[in-house]
């Protein structure tokens, strides 16, 4: 039996404007196994986006606890989160958020270059994992001479560099278009396989869904 990387446990979430509180999640429950390729699947406003950055520990839960790689995210310090995003799981986000004044190789290998990591010990890795996805000659170039298609390949690059356990995906295929997106599903469909990282993806598309594993419905702040 696969172990659990990742464990949540009745997690809620309200946010409180003057006298309004609004419930965006209202108790869910979410586990994900080592090597596991799981859609989280909602319309717009379902809660899913705000699942996934709670799971990430990019945002904090009202009410419920996120144990991410065998710790309870609510018990370490930020230092130690950081750390974490650095080495043992990576975000990727709609929009790439790449650094515009930054080249492909530098984009992708910043969070190696913010461990204080020696390029001789990334930069092979860093190459493979390039050529791997088709930017091998894109490297020197900056973000504005990329296609979306390829921006969205590099924020993915970006978050394969360390070796995570697992990557967060926030609609990964939002900003392209059908072509694109499916390209990009294929990819972090075999990323899946062949490199055994476990996948945590947020969609609002039935298609893509399809291809993970397992597809978790979220509907007005619950599963389904």
């Given at each position: 039996m696969s172990e659990l990387v990742l464990n949540a446990e009745n997690i809620k979430k309200s946010f409180v404007t003057g006298e309004v509180t609004a419930e965006v999640l209202k108790g869910v429950d979410f586990s994900l196994s080592e090597g596991e390729f799981v859609a989280i699947?909602?319309?717009?406003?379902?809660?899913?986006?705000?699942?996934?950055?709670?799971?990430?520990?990019?945002?904090?839960?009202t009410e419920g606890s996120v144990a991410l790689l065998g710790k309870n995210l609510a018990e370490i310090s930020d230092e130690?989160?950081?750390?974490?995003?650095?080495?043992?799981?990576?975000?990727?986000?709609?929009?790439?958020?790449?650094?515009?004044?930054?080249?492909?190789?530098?984009?992708?290998?910043?969070?190696?270059?913010?461990?204080?990591?020696?390029?001789?010990e990334y930069k092979d890795r860093a190459e493979d994992i390039l050529q791997y996805l088709g930017l091998a000659g894109r490297k020197k170039n900056y973000p504005r001479q990329l296609s979306g298609g390829e921006q969205q390949r590099t924020a993915i690059a970006?978050?394969?560099?360390?070796?995570?356990?697992?990557?967060?995906?926030?609609?990964?295929?939002?900003?392209?278009?059908?072509e694109r997106g499916r390209q990009v599903m294929e990819l972090l469909a075999d990323i899946n396989k062949t490199r055994k990282v476990a996948l945590v993806m947020v969609t609002h598309s039935e298609a893509h869904a399809q291809y993970a594993s397992r597809i978790v419905r979220v509907s007005d702040g619950l599963v389904v």
């Open positions: 699947l909602g319309e717009s406003g379902s809660g899913k986006s705000t699942l996934l950055y709670i799971l990430a520990g990019i945002d904090k839960p130690s989160l950081a750390a974490m995003r650095r080495r043992d799981f990576s975000f990727v986000y709609q929009f790439d958020n790449l650094v515009p004044n930054l080249t492909v190789y530098e984009n992708v290998t910043l969070p190696l270059m913010l461990d204080k990591q020696k390029e001789s970006r978050a394969l560099v360390t070796n995570p356990k697992v990557i967060f995906l926030d609609e990964p295929t939002g900003s392209l278009d059908k």
